[in-house]
């Protein structure tokens, strides 16, 4: 493959090379003179959208600083300070600047006589974007922007004490794997019980986030902010139909898979009952997989698997290492989650998650190493939008890694039987992720059809879908109120609202292309880089096509591909 990892910044050509946004009246000249600059010819438009890709990479990777240090460190003022000024007071103003360099670019005489191909997404992008702008909707996005930061404050700050030491929710789910049930039950009450002591204030900054979001709906002529965000999330390939067909699907020909898992963990842990507590443990004698001890041993580990895979993918890792690009390890007051972050003017990504020493963190630390490949390989296309891929396949480039390293996470574990558990549990993984998929998916419909719900009615109509998606396997008995707010630990309804069903769909494409790579790894990884490197240039139908995959996730490509997981499934347990 002839890829480097030895990424280079972005070359200044328009703003100075010193320049750094301190505040608005710094930035703004040279939007204005963006806005009124005289173009005559091809070359020159030409020119003009390089300028504004320079200027828009600088803006992006500013606001994405702020971000990660706040999230890194939600207690610290003076960086949620930071971070707060930049979407209150600077990313306003641009905004009505952005909106009147779009219709230039479109009312410009020259902009049809653009390769039509190479432009294609982009000028669809840019028309949808003129189609949404309302200049009302500004000081509600900019609220909405701050607003949604303060689950990650919340979050953060939550903690247990377990063994009479304190630990972070994150660090804490490590126990939930340990042979002695009732500790195990003892800490998934703690886990439970401590989120319930913000629930009200969760609730709350839900419904506030809701009715600020349904207004910005109506003010772009929705009738509700799903409409809207279908719109302005650039789903050009598939519709809310789909995706009840999609919830349809998983009841059809995954849930009966999941089942089958649990009542398989049930008999190996030789329970009569399986309660939540026990799905992530192993029988007495069984210690938990300890794939690693410290965030730096992880990150070392993982470069050498992504070796063994192709010495490109280590080397984007490495280089993020050596940048300083990387914060892996859980503590008190850092948000929760994990993240990718691009950086479209450094290109080196920043990769935010919060490790305690589980399986579940080398997942983490692969997927999100996948979107990190994904940011190299495209950074070097001419436009910062042309790096922009869409969310279903940004989702395929972290989630396929996941199943295509797996053959290397030897490098985790000491012997082959710690790895077959290992593999099994990431095959599990992927199956019983596509019930909770659906659950926030479809709850998000709910959720957004209904704007005017009250508390009551959303945790009834939340109660209604988790059943619907829940395995028959597990006895929930006398823990309904933990379920009545289990809404409220994902993140996503919070921070970005809708970006959830991606993980469905590219977990599809994901399997596929692992499937792809059982048959010809060599063709597999060529069509996976290709497919990457085209960032957001191609509609999502032609990415997929690139990677040997077809863009379809109704019923029958998820039966087919279930059966195809639950057979790898069967094999492995057969080694």
Known sequence: MNHSADIKKISRYYLPKDFSISNWESLEPYLKELEERRIISVQELEQWLKDISEV??????????????????????????????????????????????????????????????KYFTYLRNIKKNIDLFREKNIPLLAELNVESQQFGAIA????????????????????LENPDRSLREDVYRKINERRLKDKKELGELFTSLIKKRQQVALNAGFRNYRDFKFVEMGRFDYTKEDCFLFHDAVRMHVMPLVNEIYENKKKKLSLTSLRPWDINAEPEGTEPLHPFKTGTELIEKTITCFKELDPFFSGCLA????????????????????????????????????AAGQMDDVTTIVHEGGHAVHSFLSHNLELSSFKEAPTEMAEVASMSMELLSMDHWDVFFNNKEE????????????????????????????????????????????????????????DFSGLDEYRRYSWQRQLHLYEVPFYYIEYGIAQLGAIGLWKEFKENPKQALDNYVNSLSLGGTKTLPELYKAAGLKFDFSSQPIKELMQFVKKEMDLLKKE
């Open 56 to 117: 828009e990479a600088v803006i992006s990777e500013d606001a994405s600083w702020r971000q990660i240090r706040v999230t890194c460190d939600t207690e610290n003022k003076e960086l949620r300070d930071s971070y707060t000024y930049f979407m209150m007071e600077i990313q306003p103003k641009i905004q009505p600047y952005t909106d009147k360099i779009n219709r230039k670019l479109i009312e410009n005489p020259f902009t049809e006589k653009l390769d039509s191909e």
């Open 156 to 175: 953060g700050k939550m903690t247990i004490e377990v063994n009479e030491e304190e630990y972070t929710l994150q660090q804490a789910a490590k126990f």
């Open 319 to 354: 280089t993020m290492k050596e940048m300083g690009h990387l914060d892996l390890e859980s503590r008190k007051g850092k948000a929760p989650g994990g993240y990718n972050m691009p950086l479209l003017e450094s290109g080196a990504p920043f990769i935010f998650m919060n």
């Open 419 to 474: 790895l077959k558990r290992a593999k099994e549990q990431q095959l599990e993984r992927v199956i019983t992720l596509f019930p909770w998929i659906a659950t926030i998916d479809k709850f998000q419909h709910w959720v957004y059809e209904n704007p005017d719900h009250t508390e009551e009615e959303r945790a009834e109509a939340w109660m209604r879908i988790l059943n619907e998606f829940s395995s028959d396997a597990i």
